[in-house]
């Protein structure tokens, strides 16, 4: 089978992240990377052994050598990006959040429509063993009526400082486990009542938030995201969620307290799920999204396990969220 030729845009710590994982992929060959900052063109180019590089997007998706292409930009420019690069006759994926409205995500939606290349937004939940298989235990029926969904996805303040200048924690993470709670009930939102402030007002977004959804099927769904923890909180993530069902509970811990490590420097949790790197080589669940977006496109079947719908879904409802801690009262949908 031919490799899929696949150019990265955007080059920052997370996007280093999509060239590693991706070179560990036999149906992948990393041709290009692309970002506007020469000095970080040149160093990843070079760290991984890249042959071409752009600084100009347009000019990687004129590059007829290149099959796919992955954007791991800032979400205000995903919409013209992602279009530009469907319109180029590229298969595309796109980092979640997928686009800054809901009506940036029409727009995408209906350019994908338009072409028969595979996309998909990276919710890379949908892609960790454990979130899937609660999934299955959930449409098993072994929970019964799903009653109450609370989750958080809490960071430290040193993590955070440099996303703060691009989005809010609600907006930021909160499209996770929002994603995770529309996955497992198959609801949609009717109201929300959310708050948030800003601990560090040197910064443009809020650093904490909590929002309160009931969904049509009557679930209550919290969403807690805090991104403004101690800078020696021993977490890379401090993720967890506790679904209570009518005949049974589940309680998801993915804080990484499963390895502990401890030090002269402290305890701490090193995150070990997601994007590891261990004997030299990226492993876990962001190589195994794009293990399955990457079968995607050689079989030609477009990606099933989360579709651009859903992807819309939550950003819709977490801009719902916002507005509503804005303006200090419930909302409907």
Known sequence: MDRIRCGVIGLGWFGEHHVDALQQLPLADVAAVCTRREHRLKEIAE???????????QDLLA???????????????????????????????????????GEECDKIIAEVKKTDKCFMVGHVCRFDTVYAL??????AGNLGRILTIHARRNL?????????????????DGVHDLDLMFWYTGAKPKSVYAQSTNTRPELPFDDLGWAMFRFDDGVIA?????WCLPDNDPFAIDARMEIVGSEGTIYIDRSGTDYSLLTKKGLSFPQSTYWPKVHGMRRGF????????LKCVA????????????????VVAMRMAER?????RALEF
């Open 156 to 172: 430290a303040k040193w993590v955070t400082e440099s996303h703060l200048h691009k989005l809010s924690a609600l907006f930021g």
């Open 63 to 101: 590059d007829r050598e290149i099959d796919m292409v992955t954007v791991v930009t800032h979400v205000k420019d995903h919409l013209q990006i992602t279009i530009d690069a469907l319109r180029a006759g590229k298969h595309v994926f796109l980092e979640k959040p997928m686009a800054d409205t």
């Open 222 to 226: 919290v969403v807690e995201d805090v």
């Open 286 to 293: 962001l190589k195994e999204e794009f293990d399955y977006f």
């Open 47 to 57: 760290k991984y052994n890249v042959t071409k590089s752009y600084t100009n997007y």
């Open 324 to 328: 509503s801690a804005k303006e200090n």
């Open 134 to 139: 609660v999934k299955e235990e959930i449409e």
């Open 299 to 314: 079989d030609g079947e477009k990606p099933s396990v989360i579709t651009p719908e859903e992807s819309k879904a939550v």
